[in-house]
């Protein structure tokens, strides 16, 4: 009978050894989950606010976030960058994180126009690069590369139409995104909602690690 009671007491505590384990794998799991590959970044090259050239070289090796916008939004740009700014802050001063903003004006938005752009919105990170050049070499990268749609509307405010949406790319160069609950990825976060860049924030500290 002892021997019995000893043995049962002996499975009870593998089981729950086990289970504690188990709970604490899933919790990894959901805390740290695999983010989705969605594709390749196409090759690019504009020029930042600083005049200098930037292409997906500068990025090799660093995670970065990608988004559209314009210096003359009157709409969602403003609350894209407010929200960007604060990503920047969060990992102020890590060179392995950098950001790249595509005018959709580009005709209008000069390096001298994006300089003071970056000023008012206090963009001081090295690695944050507002980038300018041929038009359709952008929207290309935008509707073709992203498949963030881009384009050019007189009916709407500011003429120019564009999603709210960051990009999260890998040091490889991939656009990467965690899933949904229904295990679809989500692609692309939202850059106007606190909850996006909580997310993006989260995925970003991952793909450092």
């Not at 507002?130 to 405010?157: C, H, P, Q, R």
């Not at 656009?175 to 990825?185: A, C, E, L, T, V």
């Amino acid at each position: 009978m002892k021997k019995k009671d000893y043995s049962y007491i002996g499975i009870s505590f593998v089981i729950l050894v086990f289970g504690i384990w188990a709970v604490d794998q899933i919790g990894d799991y959901f805390d740290n989950p695999d983010l989705a590959v969605i594709g390749d970044v196409p090759q690019f090259s504009f020029t930042n606010q600083r005049g200098e050239t930037i292409s997906n070289a500068d990025y090799k090796g660093k995670v970065y976030i990608a988004e559209f916008f314009f210096t003359t939004c009157p709409s969602i740009c403003p609350i894209m960058n407010r929200n960007m700014v604060k990503i920047q802050n969060k990992f102020y001063g890590n060179p392995n994180l950098g950001i790249a903003s595509f005018s959709i004006d580009p005709e209008f938005d000069t390096p001298e126009v994006l300089t003071k752009y970056a000023e008012s919105y206090e963009i001081t990170s090295p690695n944050w690069h507002l980038l300018t050049g041929d038009k359709k070499k952008i929207y290309d990268l935008a509707n073709g590369g992203f498949n963030l749609y881009v384009g050019e509307n007189s009916e709407v405010d500011g003429g120019f139409e564009h999603s709210g949406y960051f990009a999260l790319i890998d040091q490889e160069g991939k656009i990467r995104s965690r899933y949904d609950k229904h295990g679809n990825p989500i692609i692309y976060y939202d850059g106007l909602e606190a909850e996006g860049i909580r997310m993006l924030i989260e995925d970003i500290e991952q793909l450092l690690k």
